[in-house]
């Protein structure tokens, strides 16, 4: 039996729903992408002052192609994930621009920086997923979309979850994709990359995010919605209105996704947050946006499609008690919703830093939370011979039933966890830099063919020179 956890009774999950269509229809939506407007226009939408106003029979139309289940399958096209039901799966939070190092000095990252964390990525168990954790500060802006994910391919054989931050990255980013794949029609039948789009609140589509849905829709790439409103700054000042206001967002994007492709695949995902009055911050650790993550993941679940959250994540600025805390509990409240890809594991500081120790760490957090959905399982011995034979011997250690299960009931953690007998201690974020260090020197760089990585390699450089840069800081 999986444990599991409900934040919203069903009537008010429906109720949730009718505000949010009767928003979608009577206030309606801005799209300010010309092709995005254009293929609303054409499918019959009707625009009022500049707004699409959504009627509810399309959008339930809409809700009903998407597909309820997506698989992702890594670099060697073995499938890698199952974003469906209440199967669960983490990956490293996206996008950082900073990265903490051992001794507390928080900076830019560089090439070498994308390297190790994709490395370290490849090698974590509980990590299913990885991302383009960390943006380049070697590399002009123009590059730093494409120039992550290339690193990312050529590092970790994962799936990976990744999104542009400029209309003319997709192109090449599909094609480093395609170079993976062979063509664009494998790419569609074996996904490898999902796209993050991020509506604008309140209530509006951006030119670039709704173009990546349009891209994305048409090649049969997963798009994954990351509605993010903030309590009180750009979205009401209630959990509720919050929530009301995602599925506002987030279904206008499922609309225009599903216009332009039927069944194109898509993610009811979010990074919302509330608004610290006192600190003008956005936590990302408060229990408070931690509820609204999980309110909109049954809203997500209510609609049949597979869900995302960033949970898992700490707005502390080092590996402190507040990183564990904060971590831990949004990762365990993550599992037990069910919430199918789960992004932030390794994040700092309001989702603008990304720590290697505490990726390691928080891969013991997921490995937990893993653990702990897989429920209490019945097994199919006589348990009566087993207490039997405790009153005997009054213990079980070398009997056949704690040999046959022990290993299948114990999740074993890694050194980074301290459960020795010694009074010994070690700080957990020192264990945990030791190991790092001991992970990137000892395993060997899981590259795609020699023939793949050259390929890549090219095409980037022949992208780079079309910007006036004649190297790159990265070569295989």
């Known amino acids: 039996m999986r444990p599991s956890l409900s934040l919203l009774p069903d009537d008010t999950i429906e109720e949730i729903v009718t505000v949010a269509l009767h928003v979608l229809e009577k206030i309606g939506i801005e799209y300010e992408n010309p092709n995005a407007v254009t293929i609303l226009e054409e499918k ?20 009903k192609k998407a597909p309820s289940k997506i698989h992702l399958y890594d670099r060697e096209g073995s499938l890698a994930v199952r974003l469906e ?12 621009l900073n990265i903490l190092d051992p001794d507390g000095t928080i900076r830019k990252p560089i090439t070498e920086d994308l390297v190790k964390f994709s490395s370290l990525t490849n090698e974590l168990e509980y990590i299913g997923a990885q991302s383009t954790g960390l943006i380049s500060s070697d590399v002009p802006e123009g590059m730093d979309d494409w120039y992550r994910l290339l690193i990312a391919l050529l590092y970790c054989r994962k799936p990976v979850v990744t999104g542009t931050f400029a209309v003319e990255s997709f192109s090449i980013m599909k094609d480093l994709l395609v170079v993976i794949r062979g063509d664009e029609q494998a790419l569609k039948e074996k996904p490898l990359a999902i796209f993050d789009a991020c509506p604008s609140p309140p209530l509006k589509w951006s030119t670039l995010t709704s173009q990546s849905v349009i891209d994305s829709a048409r090649l ?5 919605f990351i509605s993010m409103p903030m309590m009180g700054a750009t979205a009401p000042a209630t959990l509720r209105g919050a929530v009301i206001q995602h599925a506002a967002e987030t279904i206008a994007g ?22 610290d009055m ?31 959250a960033y949970m898992g994540l700490s707005d502390a600025k080092l590996l402190d008690s507040q990183a564990g805390l904060e971590t831990g509990i949004g990762a365990t409240l993550a599992a037990l919703m069910g919430i199918n890809m789960i ?22 957090i997921a490995g937990m939370a893993l653990r702990l959905v897989r429920g209490v399982e019945t097994r199919e011995e006589n348990l009566l011979d087993v207490f039997s034979d405790l009153v005997s011997s009054e213990s079980l250690l070398s009997h056949s039933h704690t040999l046959k299960w022990f290993r299948k009931e114990f999740l074993f953690p890694s050194q980074v966890i301290n459960r020795s007998a010694s009074k010994e201690s070690v700080d957990t974020k020192i264990r945990a830099s030791e190991r790092v260090k001991q992970i990137l020197q000892t395993r060997k760089p899981d590259l795609p063919s ?16 079309e910007l006036g840069v004649s190297s790159l800081p990265l070569r295989t």
């Open 85 to 96: 039901g209440d199967e669960v799966c983490f990956d490293p939070g996206s996008a950082a």
């Open 343 to 364: 992004s932030g594991p390794g994040m700092l500081d309001f989702e603008s830093c990304q720590s290697l120790e505490k990726l390691l760490i928080d891969n013991e």
């Open 44 to 63: 019959g939408v009707p625009f009022d002052e500049g707004r699409a106003k959504i009627p509810e029979d399309m959008v339930w139309a809409c809700i």
């Open 450 to 465: 020699e023939e793949t990585s050259e390929t890549l390699y090219q095409l980037a450089i022949e992208k780079a020179r």
């Open 220 to 224: 049969g790439i997963p798009s994954e």
């Open 254 to 275: 499922i609309v225009l996704a599903q216009l332009v492709s039927p069944g194109a695949p898509i993610i009811y995902g979010g990074s919302p947050s509330v608004f």
């Open 278 to 308: 006192r600190q003008g911050t956005t936590p990302m650790g408060a229990i408070e946006t931690m509820m609204i993550d999980c309110a909109y993941a049954q809203i997500g679940k209510s609609f049949g499609l597979p869900t995302h």
